[in-house]
Structure formats: C-alpha cells, structure tokens
C-alpha cells in the first residue's frame, strides 16, 4: 500500500474557448471603430421615434456580421392556434454560424422569436415608453446629450 498524497489540481479559471477582458475590451473598441468609420447614424444606427436610448439597426448588424464574419440564418416554424382564438403565427428561430474556410461554420448563438397576429392591427403606440421628448432626443454622438 502506498502512502503517497495524491494532490487536487483545480480547474482553470477560464475555459479554453472563452474570451479574455483583453480580448472583450479589443472587440468593443473595434465595433466603435466600426461605428465611427464605416456607420452613419439615422442609417446604420440611432434613435428610434418614441424611444430613449440608441439602437442598433440592421444595417448596422449586417456591417458588423461582415466584420465579425457571422452569417445569421433563419429557420421559421408554424405555431397551431390558440384554443378557440382565431389567433394564427408562426416561430423564427435564428441562428447565428461563424463563417469558415472549410466545410460549415460553427454556431454562435441562436434564440427563439414567436408572434402571432389576430387579425386586425397590432396596435399600440410610442407614447407610453417614458421618453419625455422623442422628437428632442439627440441622435448623432456629437451631441453633448446624447446617451452613452
């Protein structure tokens, strides 16, 4: 019988395949590179009418999917009506591939998407989301006001 200790080797902090804070920080200084070079506010980003803070608008997503060489894909799916609701819809579920070289990327993300439709309009406004003055929300980062 031996007497010989074994010792516990805990687990990196970190997973291979995840990101280091240097890492993090360079990818978020190059979407604002991005933003400042090869995006236009009011067409690639900015301030929706009735709501508060910036956002980002397809276009924009599209030029950061070619920088960050992401492919987004999209997979939609009947959904059955509601029990007696003449409430009709259907899923989308994207996803979100790297793209690669060889034979298929990898996934990067995904999530699910469901609406359904009940016929008429689907109504509502932008009066109620809190925003004193949409109209008077500044859109370009230039403006002193602007959110950060």
């Known amino acids: 019988m031996s007497t010989e200790v074994a010792r516990y080797e805990p687990a990196p902090i970190a997973i291979a395949h995840e990101r280091s804070i240097e890492e993090l920080m360079a990818q978020a200084n190059k979407i604002k590179q991005a933003m400042e070079q090869a995006m236009e506010v009011d067409q690639h980003y900015g301030i929706i009418p009735g709501a508060c803070k910036p956002s980002l608008w397809k276009p924009g997503a599209e030029k950061l999917c070619l920088l960050f060489r992401l492919d987004p894909q999209y997979h939609s799916e009947p959904v059955a009506p509601d029990?007696?609701?003449?409430?009709?819809?259907?899923?989308?579920?994207?996803?979100?591939?790297?793209?690669?070289?060889?034979?298929?990327?990898?996934?990067?993300?995904?999530?699910?998407?469901?609406?359904?439709?009940?016929?008429?309009?689907?109504?509502?406004?932008?009066?109620?989301?809190?925003?004193?003055?949409?109209s008077r929300t500044p859109t370009s980062p230039a403006d002193p006001r602007y959110p950060t």
């Open 83 to 134: 029990s007696g609701a003449s409430r009709s819809g259907e899923r989308i579920v994207p996803e979100m591939v790297t793209v690669s070289t060889g034979a298929g990327g990898v996934s990067a993300g995904g999530g699910v998407v469901a609406g359904c439709s009940l016929g008429g309009s689907a109504g509502g406004s932008a009066g109620g989301l809190g925003c004193a003055d949409a």
